[in-house]
C-alpha cells in the first residue's frame, strides 16, 4: 500500500524559509505521475499550491509564485516544497499529494494518495 508522510512543517517569523518533505512508501504502480502539494487554510478550501508532473516539470498557483520551489528526488519517491520569504498568508495545513495517472495535474479529482497533512504557521 502506498503511503505519503510529510516532515518539515512548524512556525516561522513572516520572511522565514521552511522546507517541506514528502516521503513515498510502498510499491505504486508508476512513478509516472503528478506529485503535488496542496495547502488548506482555517475556513478557506483546499488549493493546489504546486506540482510536478511525470516529466519533472514544476507548476505554481500565483500566489507562490517565485517564493516557492517544488522538486523531487532521482527515484520520484520524495517530494519537496522548499518556501522562502513566506507570509502570513502562506499560514496552512500543507498536504502532498500523488495520482495514479499522468495526465491532467491541475485536477484535484486527479490526486488518488494523499499524506496526513503539516501544519505550517506563519506569524507577522
Known amino acids: 500500500q502506498v503511503q505519503l508522510v510529510e516532515s518539515g512543517g512548524g512556525s516561522v517569523q513572516a520572511g522565514g524559509s521552511l522546507t517541506l518533505t514528502c516521503a513515498v512508501s510502498g510499491n505504486p504502480r508508476s512513478r509516472d505521475v503528478c506529485s503535488a502539494w496542496f495547502r488548506q487554510a482555517p475556513g478557506k478550501e483546499r488549493e493546489l499550491a504546486a506540482l510536478?508532473?511525470?516529466?519533472?516539470?514544476?507548476d505554481y498557483a500565483d500566489s507562490v509564485k517565485g517564493r516557492f520551489t517544488v522538486y523531487q528526488d532521482s527515484a520520484k519517491m520524495t517530494l519537496y516544497l522548499q518556501m522562502n520569504n513566506l507570509k502570513p498568508e502562506d499560514t496552512a495545513m500543507y498536504y502532498c499529494?500523488?495520482?495514479?495517472?499522468?495526465?491532467?495535474?491541475?485536477?484535484?479529482?486527479?490526486?488518488?494518495?494523499w499524506g496526513q497533512g503539516i501544519q505550517v504557521t506563519v506569524s507577522s
Open positions: 510536478v508532473d511525470m516529466s519533472r516539470h514544476p
Open positions: 499529494a500523488r495520482s495514479l495517472g499522468a495526465d491532467a495535474c491541475k485536477r484535484t479529482d486527479r490526486y488518488f494518495y
